[in-house]
């Protein structure tokens, strides 16, 4: 089977514009969860979905935005980039709640 | 690659020594763990997991040990190898999330 897919691999954004980054996860897995990794703050959970809904959220401002497709497939979306989003942001799939998550190998998004 | 973590607690051990990696973890309600890997470019890799209802699991060179009483995990792994230098994040998940733990820098030394 692939693993989980992300792309872009690298963003340079500039403050105030809005990015959107793709997860395509492992086939047959319904569940994609999002995760931000900073040094300083290590992995945070950002929104996990599964079937198409939103099924957790964690604590980030409402400029990180996601989505799922019926094919599984996951966006996310940040709009008005600030300096500190820059970050590697993460998709991980898993077949269901409870199950090992699968990471991508991330998207590096640096704003200036 | 993109470093993780720049100042992350590090553990320096030689080859072919046997290295443990502790983890305290936050919420007693937890029932499930996994210990990743991340090397550097690369998304967090699945090592080992355990339940709740286990005390400890074994996989090739890996052993989880979990201490439901103080809420402490910890890897083992035996023989380690220069392929074994990467950062090693436990997570545990209660409901839906999974929470990961600041990570530890494993360094093996020749």
């Known amino acids: 089977k692939a693993g989980v897919t992300q792309t872009p691999r690298y963003l340079i954004k500039t403050r105030g514009q809005q990015v959107t980054l793709s997860c395509s996860p492992i086939?047959?897995?319904?569940?994609v969860s999002w995760y931000q990794q900073t040094p300083g703050q290590g992995l945070q959970f950002l929104f996990e979905?599964?079937?198409?809904?939103?099924?957790n959220k964690g604590n980030f401002p409402g400029r990180f935005s996601g989505r799922q497709f019926s094919n599984s497939r996951s966006e996310m979306n940040v709009s008005t980039l600030e300096l500190g989003d820059s970050a590697l942001y993460l998709c991980?799939?898993?077949?269901?709640?409870?199950?090992?998550?699968?990471f991508g190998n991330g998207t590096r998004l640096t704003v200036t | 690659g993109e470093s993780v973590g720049l100042h992350l607690p590090t553990l320096s051990v030689q080859e072919g020594d046997n290295s443990i990696i502790n983890c305290a973890y936050s919420?007693?309600?937890?029932?499930?763990f996994i210990w990743y890997k991340q090397e550097s470019g690369k998304g967090p890799q699945f090592i080992i997991d355990?339940?709740?209802?286990?005390d400890k699991r074994q996989g090739q060179r890996v052993t989880v040990l979990l201490n439901k009483t103080v809420k402490h995990l910890s890897l083992q792994i035996a023989a380690t190898q220069p392929g074994d230098s990467a950062v090693y994040f436990c997570?545990?998940?209660?409901?839906?999330?999974?929470?990961f733990g600041p990570g530890t820098r494993l360094s093996v030394l020749p």
């Open positions: 991980a799939s898993s077949s269901q709640g409870g199950s090992p998550l699968h």
């Open positions: 997570a545990e998940n209660y409901g839906q999330n999974f929470v």
């Open positions: 979905y599964f079937s198409e809904t939103q099924r």
């Open positions: 355990i339940r709740s209802n286990m």
């Open positions: 086939s047959g897995h319904r569940s």
């Open positions: 919420n007693s309600a937890s029932d499930y």
